[in-house]
């Protein structure tokens, strides 16, 4: 056969390479077009729907120990005060919004009425946190958040925390450096904590989340420390972790409790910080470090792209879980260029597989349209007695701390806010999404609360146990300095209004000027876990025009009287009684035998185990037995081990029965040790314990 020459050769045929190039561009744009190049579609944003991201990302702890009692540890020296500066760099997120009509403004009707007559309650305790500088950061701005346990609401800033008692608002400790918190850990958590903190109150299991980010001198953040106290103390003792997350700089973590991790949400950057990556998910191992075992992380996607929007994780209030087994959901900000929507991902987290770990697109329920808040500067919200270049940070390119997540049982619900800009000044867009783990998500409820020519952002939302809404924020303007101020609604309420009206938290007396404009960074709105009803809110204000000298207040205040009751069922009217005919000796009435009260208690089997001396596990099931309808979940907590001997417990919190393991170590003294179990569950809370004897034989 004659063989062709590379002239006469298909492939390198004129007509056959043009038209290859040309197949090969379109399907290039093909790509595109679906998202697949770009880091996820402008309206799904990240893995598509129910499609399970395949790169699982597993880390752990570097280190883990258990710190000093804080009470005991010094606060912080004088010496360690750094020079004045702007707090950790904050990159803008790049945005790509298209500014429509706001459709969700709250009716004047309704904001006037209120604005006249406000309903919403003046506040129980008020006073002042942290100040300037904030236990040696000497920087702006405070990040200021913070939680409230059983007995006591615990504030932190950059770079310092505060224990204070919450029935009086007397402070309990510190300030103390955040840094403190590591003293004698090691590595950058103890020696270049770098701030962005965030205090939570895991209320299933009555323990205090302290966390902050560090990174080498001149490098970016790539680390996140996180400690988990040992008790409801939060001056005791705690459970400290170094997390390494890579060499990118990880910004803006924002933390969250779930029932089987710790959750976290970070805006990556490159490590110059002029890139934005996306945003990445990452899930602790709640179980070992509430145990004070090492701990994993794992992230199951790595940065989504630089397209995709920032997110955060949902925040467990009140006291009933979800449902069994329900991913943790993460909500998006809607700032895509069109279709704007809330993308609600899914995390399920699997530690002992980490390869069964998914994130996935769940759904995308869309967003009213608004236009952005001052989307290309910082210099952007007034106060009274500055001038422009004073303007405040307006931070309207993501949603802003927490996204709470509430079960009500028959729904459940996850609310949020974010700024926008609405009639010329910023506005507080809040929302309620529904149904977030079940599907399907729908938005319940959604407006812009902007009543006046007031500018109001920085907010935070929550809803107490009976379904009232509240949003604590900023307010300014060119008339009056930053004040603290809180918007309500009850659930019996019209939706998509704030109907309770505004009420004034503080009001600052003072403008900031010349610290680069930034401001809050974030605020918190937090629930009361003994009552379900009482919101404790913090953020900044100034006292007088300056630089660098912000102070921070505290406040509760609540909507609804007490926890949330049940229906009641209505009485029948009562049929007359006949007058009866007269006995000689009248037969008493019967006493009514009373209705009990919810309640449970504990048992443990077996009541002893022995383990050899060498070492080895023992193994116990204790259970819980309702009674009076009880049906919430118990947190258990195991006390009285020998020195050696650890316990964990699955599940924790429990509703039926736990397995109890105790890991007891060859340098466990020989003896007979009994311990004790204890249970802590219902609203209000009650404790039950149980015991069990520990037996470490003599002989193997």
């Given at each position: 056969?004659?063989?062709?020459?590379?002239?006469?050769?298909?492939?390198?045929?004129?007509?056959?390479?043009?038209?290859?190039?040309?197949?090969?561009?379109?399907?290039?744009?093909?790509?595109?077009?679906?998202?697949l190049l770009s880091g996820g579609s402008a309206s799904a944003q990240g893995p598509n729907q129910n499609q399970a991201s395949s790169d699982i990302e597993v880390g752990a702890s570097y280190r883990n120990d258990v710190s000093p009692p804080m009470r005991d540890?010094?606060?912080?020296?004088?010496?360690?005060?750094?020079?004045?500066?702007?707090?950790?760099?904050?990159?803008?997120?790049?945005?790509?919004?298209?500014?429509?009509?706001?459709?969700?403004?709250?009716?004047?009707?309704?904001?006037?009425?209120?604005?006249?007559?406000?309903?919403?309650?003046?506040?129980?305790?008020?006073?002042?946190?942290?100040?300037?500088?904030?236990?040696?950061?000497?920087?702006?701005?405070?990040?200021?958040?913070?939680?409230?346990?059983?007995?006591?609401?615990?504030?932190?800033?950059?770079?310092?925390?505060?224990?204070?008692?919450?029935?009086?608002?007397?402070?309990?400790?510190?300030?103390?450096?955040?840094?403190?918190?590591?003293?004698?850990?090691?590595?950058?958590?103890?020696?270049?904590?770098?701030?962005?903190?965030?205090?939570?109150?895991?209320?299933?299991?009555?323990?205090?989340?302290?966390?902050?980010?560090?990174?080498?001198?001149?490098?970016?953040?790539?680390?996140?420390?996180?400690?988990?106290?040992?008790?409801?103390?939060?001056?005791?003792?705690?459970?400290?972790?170094?997390?390494?997350?890579?060499?990118?700089?990880?910004?803006?973590?924002?933390?969250?409790?779930?029932?089987?991790?710790?959750?976290?949400?970070?805006?990556?950057?490159?490590?110059?910080?002029?890139?934005?990556?996306?945003?990445?998910?990452?899930?602790?191992?709640?179980?070992?470090?509430?145990?004070?075992?090492?701990?994993?992380?794992?992230?199951?996607?790595?940065?989504?792209?630089?397209?995709?929007?920032?997110?955060?994780?949902?925040?467990?209030?009140?006291?009933?879980?979800?449902?069994?087994?329900?991913?943790?959901?993460?909500?998006?900000?809607?700032?895509?260029?069109?279709?704007?929507?809330?993308?609600?991902?899914?995390?399920?987290?699997?530690?002992?597989?980490?390869?069964?770990?998914?994130?996935?697109?769940?759904?995308?329920?869309?967003?009213?349209?608004?236009?952005?808040?001052?989307?290309?500067?910082?210099?952007?919200?007034?106060?009274?007695?500055?001038?422009?270049?004073?303007?405040?940070?307006?931070?309207?390119?993501?949603?802003?701390?927490?996204?709470?997540?509430?079960?009500?049982?028959?729904?459940?619900?996850?609310?949020?806010?974010?700024?926008?800009?609405?009639?010329?000044?910023?506005?507080?867009?809040?929302?309620?999404?529904?149904?977030?783990?079940?599907?399907?998500?729908?938005?319940?409820?959604?407006?812009?609360?902007?009543?006046?020519?007031?500018?109001?952002?920085?907010?935070?939302?929550?809803?107490?146990?009976?379904?009232?809404?509240?949003?604590?924020?900023?307010?300014?303007?060119?008339?009056?300095?930053?004040?603290?101020?809180?918007?309500?609604?009850?659930?019996?309420?019209?939706?998509?209004?704030?109907?309770?009206?505004?009420?004034?938290?503080?009001?600052?007396?003072?403008?900031?000027?010349?610290?680069?404009?930034?401001?809050?960074?974030?605020?918190?709105?937090?629930?009361?876990?003994?009552?379900?009803?009482?919101?404790?809110?913090?953020?900044?204000?100034?006292?007088?025009?300056?630089?660098?000298?912000?102070?921070?207040?505290?406040?509760?205040?609540?909507?609804?009287?007490?926890?949330?009751?049940?229906?009641?069922?209505?009485?029948?009217?009562?049929?007359?009684?006949?007058?009866?005919?007269?006995?000689?000796?009248?037969?008493?009435?019967?006493?009514?035998?009373?209705?009990?009260?919810?309640?449970?208690?504990?048992?443990?089997?077996?009541?002893?185990?022995?383990?050899?001396?060498?070492?080895?596990?023992?193994?116990?099931?204790?259970?819980?037995?309702?009674?009076?309808?009880?049906?919430?979940?118990?947190?258990?907590?195991?006390?009285?081990?020998?020195?050696?001997?650890?316990?964990?417990?699955?599940?924790?919190?429990?509703?039926?029965?736990?397995?109890?393991?105790?890991?007891?170590?060859?340098?466990?003294?020989?003896?007979?040790?009994?311990?004790?179990?204890?249970?802590?569950?219902?609203?209000?809370?009650?404790?039950?314990?149980?015991?069990?004897?520990?037996?470490?034989?003599?002989?193997?």
């Open positions: 056969m004659k063989r062709k020459s590379a002239a006469e050769s298909a492939f390198f045929s004129p007509r056959f390479l043009v038209g290859f190039i040309l197949c090969l561009i379109g399907a290039v744009l093909a790509l595109f077009g679906f998202g540890v010094p606060p912080w020296a004088a010496a360690g005060l750094k020079p004045q500066h702007e707090a950790n760099e904050n990159p803008k997120v790049p945005y790509r919004h298209k500014d429509s009509a706001d459709p969700v403004i709250q009716k004047t009707s309704v904001s006037i009425r209120n604005m006249v007559a406000p309903n919403v309650p003046s506040p129980l305790l008020n006073f002042d946190g942290i100040l300037f500088p904030g236990v040696g950061c000497n920087c702006a701005p405070p990040d200021t958040n913070g939680a409230v346990g059983k007995t006591q609401y615990v504030q932190i800033v950059n770079e310092g925390y505060q224990v204070f008692d919450k029935a009086t608002g007397n402070s309990v400790l510190g300030p103390n450096s955040i840094s403190s918190v590591w003293t004698g850990f090691g590595g950058v958590c103890e020696t270049s904590g770098s701030g962005d903190p965030v205090m939570l109150y895991d209320h299933l299991a009555d323990r205090w989340v302290i966390t902050q980010f560090a990174g080498a001198s001149g490098g970016p953040i790539t680390d996140e420390c996180v400690a988990v106290s040992t008790s409801a103390d939060a001056t005791g003792t705690y459970n400290r972790y170094g997390f390494h997350l890579g060499t990118n700089f990880f910004d803006y973590p924002k933390l969250s409790v779930w029932t089987d991790a710790y959750y976290m949400s970070m805006n990556v950057f490159n490590a110059a910080g002029t890139s934005y990556l996306g945003p990445q998910a990452f899930a602790f191992n709640r179980t070992n470090m509430l145990a004070g075992l090492p701990a994993t992380f794992i992230s199951p996607t790595g940065p989504l792209g630089g397209s995709v929007d920032p997110f955060l994780p949902a925040d467990i209030d009140g006291p009933t879980l979800p449902p069994t087994g329900a991913p943790v959901t993460f909500v998006g900000f809607p700032g895509q260029a069109f279709n704007p929507n809330y993308t609600t991902y899914h995390f399920h987290v699997d530690f002992a597989t980490p390869a069964n770990s998914t994130f996935t697109t769940f759904a995308t329920p869309p967003a009213a349209g608004f236009t952005a808040l001052c989307p290309t500067t910082r210099s952007c919200v007034p106060q009274a007695g500055t001038s422009s270049r004073d303007n405040l940070d307006g931070i309207g390119d993501r949603l802003m701390f927490r996204a709470a997540y509430r079960n009500f049982g028959t729904y459940e619900s996850v609310v949020s806010n974010y700024s926008v800009s609405a009639g010329g000044v910023a506005g507080v867009r809040w929302f309620e999404l529904r149904n977030v783990t079940a599907g399907p998500v729908t938005v319940f409820q959604e407006s812009t609360y902007q009543p006046d020519t007031t500018w109001r952002w920085m907010g935070s939302a929550a809803m107490d146990g009976q379904g009232n809404l509240a949003i604590g924020f900023s307010a300014s303007s060119s008339t009056i300095n930053p004040q603290l101020r809180y918007a309500a609604r009850l659930a019996t309420d019209p939706l998509n209004t704030l109907g309770q009206g505004e009420a004034h938290l503080f009001d600052g007396t003072g403008s900031q000027t010349g610290t680069s404009n930034r401001w809050g960074d974030y605020s918190a709105l937090v629930i009361d876990p003994v009552d379900d009803a009482t919101f404790w809110y913090t953020n900044e204000y100034y006292s007088a025009n300056g630089s660098f000298n912000w102070r921070t207040r505290i406040a509760s205040f609540k909507l609804a009287s007490a926890a949330p009751t049940p229906t009641p069922t209505p009485t029948p009217a009562p049929t007359p009684t006949p007058t009866p005919t007269a006995t000689p000796t009248p037969t008493p009435a019967p006493t009514p035998t009373p209705t009990p009260a919810p309640d449970f208690s504990l048992s443990i089997t077996p009541s002893s185990v022995t383990v050899p001396r060498g070492g080895g596990t023992a193994s116990y099931t204790v259970a819980i037995a309702p009674t009076g309808g009880f049906n919430s979940p118990v947190t258990l907590s195991v006390s009285g081990l020998p020195a050696g001997a650890t316990g964990s417990l699955s599940p924790n919190p429990a509703t039926g029965s736990s397995a109890l393991t105790i890991t007891v170590s060859s340098s466990t003294a020989r003896g007979t040790y009994p311990f004790t179990v204890s249970g802590t569950g219902g609203s209000p809370p009650a404790t039950r314990t149980t015991t069990a004897t520990l037996i470490k034989a003599a002989r193997k």
